[in-house]
């Protein structure tokens, strides 16, 4: 097997684009977790539904981020017992969730055809103004 050692330049490019990654995506959870939360659920069953979905979700990330998101008022939360299992806290949106996810979701839907559009344009070389490199 041969193994390739990567170079300082590739080092910094691959760094750059994973934490590019990481912005586009963490911006991009808070929309999925909402959309999940019309319907009430406890962290794990979150964490199984959006994988069962195609998105990959850890606690260390998904715990914070109910926090963040039920200090902000988007959603509500509270203790249960379910069949004599240990106490789990079940999150829901509230009703100004239910209106962010409304907001979000249609800026999110503008957006993604606008980057989308602008995505399949970047292969013009006959765009006003434009250069090609």
């Known amino acids: 097997m041969v193994s390739k050692k990567k170079s300082s330049r590739d080092s910094e490019r691959s760094d750059s684009t994973g934490n590019l990654t990481l912005e ?7 929309l999925a ?16 539904r959006l994988t069962a979905r195609g998105l990959e979700i850890n606690e ?12 902000q008022g988007l959603l509500t939360s509270d203790w249960q017992v379910v069949e004599g299992k240990r106490p789990r806290r ?5 009703g100004a ?3 962010a996810l409304r907001n979000l979701g249609e800026e999110w839907e503008q ?3 606008v980057i989308a559009r602008l995505l399949a344009s970047s292969t013009d070389s006959d765009t ?4 090609e490199r």
């Open 33 to 48: 977790v909402l959309s999940q939360l019309r319907v009430e659920q406890y962290g794990y069953s979150l964490i199984q």
């Open 111 to 113: 957006l993604s055809k």
């Open 128 to 131: 006003p103004g434009g250069k």
């Open 97 to 99: 969730g239910e209106d």
């Open 60 to 71: 260390g990330t998904l715990y914070p981020l109910l926090r963040r998101l039920e200090a």
């Open 24 to 30: 586009l995506r963490r911006g991009a959870l808070v």
């Open 90 to 94: 079940y999150y829901r949106l509230s």
